[in-house]
């Protein structure tokens, strides 16, 4: 294991490496055991750089085999596994290098560089894991033509696969074989990626908007070759979608995904082969959620959208993540957007933003979009850079115009295509197609924390003038007390008794466009004239930038708002802060021990959106859905007690229940399809309202009977796995969940993205002996620390997703998970360190919980042999 160095890496350090590799020539003899990597370089020192500057090459755990230098053994050198010193180098540039290595990619269990998953040869690269294959410049701001030759053992590996375009294959002596890839664009080696194996494969075609025809294939285990036909029918849509939209054609003559089943992460773009967690590839309607098939289709447009904004055009250095991620996750969620209903595709977005990236900015791991210090890359594939990435690039569309938008892409597409760029050059492409000042505006790049924006407002019935007042505070992150007021753009409407929104033209206050308020300063006011009423106030509409709000609304204008709101993030919004609200009132009761209760006016308006027909199936289930405990906590923000939310949780949902029981009978009746299964949002927003409905009645029959008939009678994984949470966690003494836990094993045991979910379901019990559940699945045959899949399954969802059985007051589910964090840190860093993150909050508990956390966490930072992912979260956890 690689140990911590404590080295920090600032951006104010960048500098150009000396020296660059123009060409990189690869060879491969592939063996489980012994792979051999020649490496060829063709090496050019950069002008005005001294002849006598050494070259210092990369490596993490290598073996150098041997060493030339334009033919000819080198002497003047110094190898260790982590770096190789090249000290005397021929005057002349360019010159030639030849390296060879020697690697076990049977052994490698981190699942960086070259591994071996199910017998399949793969690699994964990013950021830092081709440093584990050859001594590098492993740096994306280093870009090379790659010719990479695979020899293997035909039998055991048919399939030999790499970037670019295939150039040659043949037969050898002894069974091998080999063949040749070309990628004729200049890659970063965090793009570099090989596949060998035994693998089975659907192809296809796509014609190009220049009439060129790619040809595509999916790579999968045998046996499972019906199940990538989803992901091919999401990766041509993409391809589609990416001309019309964005102008953006593919530029290489084939695209090859391949599915595995040991990955880190969800996928990787490499050049023309993604390499994908087969999670994100396989879907039929037995063994896929409607969940899992929107998450392929995500999925496989964000890699297929990274080949330009990511590929063509790189990051210079790893402290520009987010020009790729950020502008890609906003790329993946137009797309799914359009495929789907806009409207509810973001109240989801916004709902992931809120459970991942809010609490990683107000808490001990808040970091800027773009940081500008890291100790090791691999915890900085955050949600902030991901999701906040993106917010940031819908802000900016916001700001300039779809116009200036599109224009500002297509200039940064022209004018940095090869490049490895940076934020600074991504925003001067739009400062020069709309003539705009973004200076203010990129501060939220730099700038870490979640501004709160409070809205106060004032009607003049005898002026017919409303004034608006925004103010926002960001309160400090480590490492940044001071914080400046952000340009937040603020969408906003006003809406008169009619329940329509009034028209707006102008303001006296600046900074007014259309139906967006430009906030800039700390505070600023707005006054709108001939306003005839009392309107009520819609803000931050569409969730135009990630803040909080304050707002006080009284409650008859929260009903009116959930029930009038033009703005379906809006209406959502106002229902669930209904929610919250009700359910931290009670919280409070329930701490002084004071009798609860609920106002029926908000079971009274689930029962009417429950069955309102004007509204899409979808958009009921989001309205009609609890918020989780983890938002509830996260809307306490201190001194949390896990088991009173969910007691209050609880009543909630039973008032609720109580109340629409008969409607919900009626809606979920009515929703019984015998239409056989199909994925679109239509027919999933329907079993989604269906599952929400299921959840009330459970608790309003407080009988599983009908669950067990769902649990049953359904023909897709969707609707099985709904009842199947519901019996595991709300009648689990009952027959019934015994049984249907049973059979659901017994049907799913060789298909492991179902037994995924067979675990999970588990793990999340809320239950008092939660931890003991773990502890028998974890001596399930089944249960393996190795595949990163099963280890989220169980490990994960319990300590993300069971605040109750993860929180028990006794602190011991807190030292059996960070033990395992140990166990798992010596074999797979960054799986050990992303399962530590989910620990993130834990300041937020209340005294009992908090000391137990926080020493179980002093635990893992007196480990001696620590991996500097995981000593990096442990000490800023503990900071
Ligand atoms: N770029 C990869 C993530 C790599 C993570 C390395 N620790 C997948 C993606 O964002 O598309
Ligand atoms: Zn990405």
Redesign the pocket.
């Known amino acids: 294991m690689r140990t911590d160095t404590g080295h920090v890496f600032r951006l104010e350090d960048y500098r150009p490496s000396d020296y660059l590799i123009r060409k990189t020539e690869l060879d491969f003899q592939l063996d489980p055991e012994k792979t051999i990597v020649t490496a060829r370089l063709t090496i050019e020192r950069r002008d005005g750089v001294s002849l006598t500057a050494p070259l210092i090459l990369d490596g993490d755990e290598l073996e150098l085999v041997s060493l030339q230098i334009n033919g000819l053994p080198a002497t003047d050198y110094v190898a260790d596994p982590e770096l190789l010193t090249i000290n005397s180098l021929p005057q002349q540039s360019p010159f030639t290098l030849e390296i060879v290595t020697r690697i076990n990619p049977t052994t490698n269990r981190q699942l960086m560089g070259l591994y071996r998953s199910s017998n399949i040869y793969t690699t994964?690269c990013?950021?830092e894991g081709f440093r584990r294959i050859t001594y590098f410049l492993d740096r994306p701001d280093v870009l090379s033509v790659y010719t990479v030759r695979l020899e293997a053992d035909k039998q055991a590996a048919p399939i030999l696969l790499s970037n670019g375009n295939l150039q040659e294959a043949g037969e050898l002596v002894d069974g091998r074989h080999y063949a040749r890839w070309y990628d004729p664009h200049p890659k970063p080696s965090y793009l570099f990626a090989l596949v060998a194996g035994d693998l089975g494969s659907i192809s296809d075609q796509f014609p190009t908007m220049s009439g060129k025809q790619v040809a595509l294939n999916i790579y999968v285990e045998h046996g499972n070759e019906a199940r990538a036909t989803y992901a091919m029918d999401a990766l041509k849509r993409s391809m589609r979608w990416d001309e019309e939209v964005y102008g953006r054609e593919y530029d290489l003559d084939i695209f090859n995904i391949v599915a595995v089943s040991d990955f880190?992460?969800?996928?990787?773009?490499n050049k023309g082969l993604n390499i994908f967690n087969d999670k994100y590839v396989l879907a039929d309607p037995q063994t896929a959620t409607d969940t899992d098939y929107a998450g392929i289709e995500a999925v496989i447009a964000?890699?297929y959208f990274?080949n330009w904004a990511?590929n063509r055009i790189t990051c210079r250095d790893w402290f520009q993540l987010c020009l790729k991620?950020g502008l890609?996750v906003y790329r993946d969620h137009e797309f799914s957007s359009d495929m789907r209903s806009r409207a509810v595709h973001r109240i989801d977005e916004v709902k992931v933003l809120k459970a991942q990236q809010f609490p990683e900015d107000g808490g001990p791991l808040a970091h800027p979009v773009r940081p500008k210090e890291y100790r090791e890359i691999?915890n900085f594939?955050t949600a902030t850079v991901?999701e906040k990435g993106s917010e940031l690039i819908r802000m900016l569309r916001t700001i300039i115009g779809d116009e200036n938008f599109y224009k500002g892409l297509d200039l940064y597409f022209i004018r940095h295509d090869g490049d490895a760029a940076t934020i600074e050059d991504f925003i001067k492409c739009f400062e020069d197609v709309s003539g705009q000042s973004l200076t203010h505006f990129a501060l939220w790049y730099d700038q870490a924390g979640t501004p709160l924006v409070t809205v106060t407002s004032d009607y003049d019935a005898a002026s017919q003038s409303l004034r608006l007042t925004l103010e926002q505070k960001t309160e400090p992150t480590p490492g940044q007390c001071e914080k400046q007021p952000m340009h937040i753009p603020v969408k906003f409407g006003l809406i008169g008794t009619d329940g329509k929104d009034i028209e707006i033209s102008s303001s006296e206050g600046s900074g007014l466009q259309g139906d967006v308020l430009h906030l800039r300063e700390a505070s600023q006011s707005w006054t709108f004239r001939n306003i005839t009423e009392k309107p009520v106030l819609s803000v931050l509409r569409d969730f135009s930038a990630p803040v909080h709000v304050a707002q006080s609304l009284s409650r008859d204008e929260q009903l009116f708002l959930a029930r009038h709101d033009s703005d379906a993030f809006g209406r959502w919004q106002v229902i669930h802060s209904l929610m919250s609200n009700a359910i931290i009132a009670n919280v409070e009761k329930l701490r002084l021990q004071q009798a609860t209760g609920f106002d029926p006016v908000l079971p009274e308006l689930l029962a009417e959106l429950a069955q309102d027909e004007t509204l899409d199936h979808a958009f009921r289930a989001l309205c009609l859905t609890l918020p989780e405990e983890a938002d509830i906590a996260r809307d306490i923000g201190s001194n949390i007690d896990p088991d009173l939310i969910r007691n209050s949780r609880e009543a909630l949902l039973s008032a609720i229940a109580t109340h629409g029981a008969e409607i919900f009978a009626k809606t979920y009746d009515g929703l019984q399809d015998a239409a056989p299964f199909t994925p679109d949002a239509d027919s999933a927003g329907k079993r989604a309202l269906k599952a929400v409905l299921l959840q009330y009645l459970a608790v309003s029959d407080n009988d599983p009977q009908r669950v067990y008939d769902q649990f049953i009678s359904a023909d897709n994984m969707t609707d099985k796995l709904a009842a199947l949470a519901l019996l595991a966690h709300r009648f689990y003494e009952h027959d019934f969940a015994t049984r249907a836990l049973a059979q659901f094993e017994q049907d799913y045991s060789a298909v492991p993205l179902a037994m995924d979910k067979w675990f999970s379901v588990q793990a999340r019990r809320p239950a008092s002996d939660a931890l003991e559940v773990v502890q028998s699945l974890m001596k399930h045959p089944l249960f393996s620390l190795d595949n990163p899949n099963r280890a989220r399954s169980v490990l994960g969802a319990f300590a993300a997703s069971n605040p109750t059985g993860f929180n028990r007051q006794d602190g011991q589910a807190y030292t059996f998970f960070t033990q395992l964090i140990l166990t798992i840190d010596r074999e797979n860093p960054?799986l050990a360190s992303r399962l530590l993150t989910t620990l993130r909050s834990w300041k937020t508990l209340e005294p009992v919980r908090r000391e137990h956390l926080k020493s179980a966490l002093e635990v893992i930072a007196q480990a001696e042999k620590l991996s500097p992912d995981v000593r990096d979260i442990t000490e800023r956890m503990l900071a």
Not at 264 to 269: F, L, P, S, T
């Open positions: 994964q990013e950021a880190n992460m969800g996928a990787m773009e964000h890699e990274h990511g991620e890609t691999n594939y991901y960054q």
